[in-house]
């Protein structure tokens, strides 16, 4: 017993000579973060560039100090590549935009941008990126190739038909380099609110098609349907709406595309970002791509479905 007062009397004293208050890890270098999403046809690339910080102030109060969260230099560039032979270089200055949300300071210096002049006859077979920074030995860097431009075909003279399976006839020819597809639906409408007014609503018709062989179920009457009544807000009995078109846009993004946006999916703490693929930092370096088939049309079978099927009959939407 004696020997269990002793130990308990010890304990205690650890216990008493413990302080509340932890210490802090010390701060670290910081490490940039770029994410830069090109599309070869654009007249402008844009690029956003901040860092990772830490300090023995508290975290809200370090995000707001522009000196923690940017860079007040950086030498940024793109590069343009036909195999081993660099051809073309732009280089990225910064844009003036702020961040408008957030707990992050409201001054420009997070977002750049650079002007896609190059006039080639030769065919880039993939592009660099390259960021120098200030006390970094080695610079922030990330190479890609091409992806083409994906289609988006409908044999049905851009009308949109379920009979008889005629949605087949609606189809996707995913371009060389292609890892991933979204399917992006603008759905256009007029509602009457004394008079016709305009209105539309842009939702995600389909994420991440699968291009298997001999694959045709990307695009159904159920599926459509339910994603319509799913992201356009139901009205009551006295509004009426009137459809007017819609754009099917599919989205294709590269290898490196995916494995981002699988991180997020996958991974259960979502506290810090994926690290991407850019190497001596934090980010993603990605070509995206779009095709479009605009000013879709419903054929009759298609629009009673709209106006009167169980996903949809409580949106409104009237033949006349």
Request: charged fraction near 20%; hydrophobic fraction near 40%; proline fraction near 5%.
């Amino acid at each position: 017993m004696r020997n269990l007062k002793v130990l308990a009397a010890v304990f205690l004293m650890g216990l008493a000579s413990c302080s509340t208050r932890l210490d802090l890890v010390n701060p670290a270098e910081p490490i940039p973060v770029v994410y830069c999403q090109m599309d070869p046809t654009d007249h402008t690339f844009y690029l956003t560039l901040t860092r990772t910080f830490s300090g023995d102030a508290n975290a809200y109060d370090l995000a707001r100090d522009p000196d923690q969260v940017f860079y007040t230099q950086a030498d940024i560039r793109m590069e343009g590549w036909v195999g081993e032979y660099k051809v073309w270089e732009t280089q990225f200055k910064p844009a003036g935009k702020t961040k408008v949300q957030g707990i992050f300071p409201n001054v420009p210096g997070y977002c750049f941008e650079a002007i896609n002049d190059h006039m080639l006859t030769v065919a880039i077979t993939n592009y660099r990126l390259v960021v120098n920074l200030p006390g970094m030995a080695s610079p922030a860097y990330s190479k890609i190739g091409i992806v083409e431009v994906p289609v988006v075909k409908s044999k049905w003279d851009n009308q949109i038909s379920f009979y008889n399976n005629a949605a087949k006839e609606i189809g996707i020819e995913p371009g060389l380099g292609t890892a991933y597809c979204d399917l992006i639906c603008v759905f256009r409408y007029q509602q009457m609110e004394g008079v016709w007014v305009n209105h539309s609503d842009t939702f995600l018709m389909r994420r991440d098609i699968s291009f298997d062989v001999g694959r045709t179920d990307f695009f159904y009457a159920e599926l459509f349907y339910k994603q319509i009544a799913a992201n356009i807000k139901p009205v009551n009995d006295t509004i009426v709406r009137k459809f007017t078109s819609l754009d099917l846009i599919l989205f294709a993004g590269d290898i490196y595309f995916r494995d981002y946006v699988e991180t997020y999916v996958n991974a259960g703490n979502l506290d810090n970002p994926p690290k991407g693929n850019i190497i001596n930092g934090i980010g993603l370096f990605t070509m995206r791509r779009f095709a479009k088939k605009p000013d879709m049309t419903l054929d009759r079978w298609a629009l009673d479905s709209l106006c009167l099927g169980q996903y949809t009959k409580q949106l409104g939407f009237v033949r006349w």
